[in-house]
């Protein structure tokens, strides 16, 4: 009699888990979509601060859910609180995005944008940490090597997103540039759509595919061990 307990204990967490990872899987584009017209459009207005508020909760949600599984491993634990911490300064900072939109010229609201979207690159790269513990933790050798190498990439771009995003804060800061520094500026400014494509659409589709394969992974282990 006392075999059905561990067993129920880890179906309710492997539940936990891909509902955790189903939330991560539609909360990251939803959010990203809400916050940039929570920032720049008109159309989300009439609402307040309860688009990007209700978004980045999902995302706070779907890490939580996580948190059931395999507790007792260290550096699987370490990965998921980074991640933990990031969601929950995402949620915070939320507001300012309509804030901002209402007042633009605020330097503070302006401020708070900015150190919301570093941090998202930031929970994003926690986020990417965390699907490769979990993958690692997962009996799936396919899973493994995917998640290490497109993980690997993910936060090489992810990197060299915030190492742009700093150098073109920095570059606004200086008053007189140099020749070769001004026309980096343009090239950043002219090209920054491009820019936002590789460095974070790529990676966002990336972990969205990720966090998929994973859930599928999970499911499969599951319903196919007991067929």
């Not at 820019?195 to 994973?214: C, N, R, S, Y």
Request: charged share 15%; net charge positive.
């Amino acid at each position: 009699m006392p075999e059905p307990a561990p067993n129920a204990e880890l179906l309710r967490s492997l539940g936990r888990l891909v509902r955790g990872l189903s939330a991560l899987f539609w909360g990251l584009p939803i959010t990203l979509v809400v916050c940039v017209h929570a920032a720049r459009a008109e159309s989300l207005k009439p609402y307040g601060v309860v688009p990007p508020l209700v978004t980045t909760a999902l995302l706070v949600f779907g890490v939580w859910q996580l948190g059931d599984f395999q507790k007792q491993e260290r550096v699987w634990r370490a990965a998921l609180d980074r991640a933990q911490v990031f969601s929950l300064i995402n949620l915070g900072l939320s507001p300012f995005l309509y804030w901002w939109n209402k007042i633009p010229h605020n330097s503070f609201f302006l401020a708070m944008v900015m150190l919301m979207a570093l941090s998202a690159l930031v929970f994003m790269g926690s986020l990417n940490l965390v699907v490769r513990r979990l993958g690692a933790m997962l009996p799936d050798e396919t899973l493994r090597l995917e998640t290490r190498q497109f993980t690997t990439l993910n936060l090489n771009l992810l990197l060299a997103a915030l190492l742009l995003a700093l150098l073109y804060l920095g570059l606004g800061r200086i008053q007189v540039l140099p020749f070769w520094l001004g026309m980096v500026g343009v090239v950043m400014e002219r090209g920054g759509m491009w820019f936002v494509i590789v460095l974070i659409l790529l990676p966002l589709a990336m972990t969205m595919a990720l966090l998929w394969k994973t859930k599928e992974v999970i499911l499969e282990s599951v319903f196919g061990a007991s067929r």
